[in-house]
């Protein structure tokens, strides 16, 4: 039986083209409400450190399964350190700008893996993906203070 209606493929940019994958689990994402002063669930998808090919920043994006509707999107900065959850071996908290809702906000995050492994795992690329670009602006300042001298 022949189509009613052809459709061509569309390729639908997802802004992660020009970014290699560091890193691809499945897992939930909560963020703290300061106002009721407990976690509130964000979503439960794949979250991804990505790595641009060109500047060599790294950010961390999470998608709900679903919607694919992004529920964590920020930079990995020096300045930043991941804490394993007190509560959970399966979890761990770190503190960031987000920009998932189109927007800076400062948020406290808390994601939960099925697995132990991947917690640990989560946290070590974590610390080694923020490591190069606090030397890489550490770089910077020493040449600018090179250059100005």
């Not at 002063?37 to 961390?60: A, M, P, S």
């Not at 099925?114 to 490591?131: L, P």
């Amino acid at each position: 039986m022949a189509a009613i209606i052809n459709l061509e493929e569309v390729a639908i940019p997802t802004g992660e083209e020009d970014e290699d994958t560091i890193l691809d689990w499945s897992a939930k994402l909560y963020r703290f409400d300061k106002e009721g002063k407990r976690w509130k669930e964000r979503g439960t998808g794949r979250v991804k450190f990505l790595k641009h090919k060109e500047t060599g920043k790294v950010r961390l994006v999470m998608r709900q399964s679903k919607t694919l509707k992004i529920c964590a999107n920020h930079l990995v900065v020096p300045t930043m350190s991941v804490h394993k959850h007190a509560g959970n071996n399966n979890s761990c908290i770190w503190h960031t700008a987000d920009f998932a809702d189109g927007e800076l906000k400062d948020e406290l995050f808390c994601i939960r893996f099925g697995f132990v492994e991947h917690c640990k795992a989560f946290m070590e690329t974590f610390q080694e993906v923020a490591e190069p670009q606090q030397k890489e602006e550490e770089n910077k300042d020493a040449s600018a203070a090179a250059g100005a001298a």
